[in-house]
């Protein structure tokens, strides 16, 4: 119940859904002062949050900047959050990507160039599971797939959300015998890495960040990333404002 009021409140507080409310409401009550200002707000809004120069640099703040792989020391287990497969779409035989492969393939290349020694995959169906398959699970299959050895790769497969991601992570490691006061690579997208490393610190999880699939790009000074609306950058606010909503919502429910 929880989760499902935390995502009610984060519609409410999208900028799509207050540019609509601004805009209706103004165009109903047009013939009052206030309406007006309703209106020429939503209006506003609406090009603010289309802008791409502006959208991008919200991105820059927000992501911490990458790593090289040089720089990440050698490990034992990289642990890396679900998220980035279509689950939607059912399928035994392959692997529907989404945006955020990056954190399976990252997480790969940190395999491969031995950085870490096993791959650690935590997410279960999510809230409204279509199929029976656990993303955990495909992502398991598209490592043996590679011909990563099947003993390298440890599986949780229950965790619905971030803040179950690290408890339930701590748990298996525990109910496997693997020593839990070591360091572990943590894998997942910038946007969400605040978050994510918050959890597992509550959990007692010691974690060196490597963020991956970013949203942001390079500063363009150009026409079309000046002025041109682009509806893109809406859906990167609302990716922000819900990543923030959760951080808050967290924050209070204990779990950062």
Request: aromatic share 14%.
């Amino acid at each position: 119940m929880f989760f499902y009021l935390s995502q009610f409140l984060s519609f409410l507080a999208m900028p799509l859904t207050v540019v609509l409310i601004l805009i209706i409401g103004g165009t109903v009550f047009l013939r009052k002062k206030w309406g007006k200002k309703m209106l020429w707000s939503g209006i506003g809004l609406l090009l603010f949050f289309t802008n791409p120069f502006l959208s991008n640099l919200a991105l820059i703040t927000w992501e911490p900047e990458f790593k090289s792989f040089e720089e990440i020391e050698n490990r034992e287990i990289g642990i890396v959050l679900t998220g980035v497969t279509n689950l939607s779409k059912t399928a035994y035989d392959r692997t529907f990507f989404n945006k955020g492969a990056d954190r399976i393939t990252h997480a790969l290349q940190l395999y491969r160039m031995g950085k870490i020694k096993k791959i650690l995959i935590t997410g279960g169906q999510g809230l409204n599971p279509v199929n029976q398959q656990s993303e955990a699970e495909v992502l398991r299959r598209f490592l043996i797939m590679t011909g990563m050895p099947e003993s390298d790769i440890l599986i949780e497969d229950q965790s619905k959300n971030t803040a179950q991601n690290a408890q339930f992570t701590k748990a298996f490691l525990e109910q496997n015998g693997i020593i839990t006061d070591q360091k572990f690579i943590l894998v997942t997208s910038a946007f969400h890495m605040y978050r994510a490393k918050g959890c597992f610190d509550k959990a007692g999880l010691k974690t060196e960040t490597f963020p991956v699939d970013y949203y942001s790009h390079d500063v363009k000074y150009d026409i079309p990333s000046l002025i041109y609306p682009d509806v893109d950058s809406i859906s990167y606010w609302h990716k922000l404002f819900k990543e923030w909503i959760g951080i808050a919502i967290y924050k209070l429910a204990g779990y950062l």
